[in-house]
């Protein structure tokens, strides 16, 4: 499949003339249009984006913060942040304790 949403990209790239090759709204443009999805069909921002690609990153997060901001469902930056500061605060006062429950829904939403 990823292979298949490759070609298709690079289709898409390879039908525009040069000057529209050159320009990345064009381009983005086009593959979009050759993949069916646009702005009303899939209405994402690009700050959503960079959360999501953000939200995902928290993986690398040291052993024990991972889990404490997991356990708080974090669904911006912003929230983020204040659970990292909170965690660090906590950590200084040696109160951490990652619980034995999540207050998510579902644990490891993100």
């Known amino acids: 499949e990823d292979i298949s949403l490759k070609l298709q990209m690079q289709s898409a790239y390879r ?17 979009g249009d050759q993949m069916g999805i646009n702005h009303e069909t899939y209405p994402v921002t690009h700050v959503q984006i960079a959360e999501t690609v953000a939200l995902e990153q928290l993986q690398t997060l040291p052993t024990g913060a991972t889990e404490w901001v997991q356990q708080h ?11 990292m500061e909170d965690y660090l605060a906590a950590e200084g006062e040696g109160k951490t304790g990652l619980g034995r429950w999540s207050t998510c829904p579902e644990v490891g939403a993100w």
């Open 15 to 31: 039908n525009l003339d040069l000057q529209e090759a050159l320009d990345y709204s064009k381009v983005k443009a086009a593959i």
């Open 73 to 83: 469902c974090p669904k911006t930056l912003a929230e983020v942040t204040s659970i």
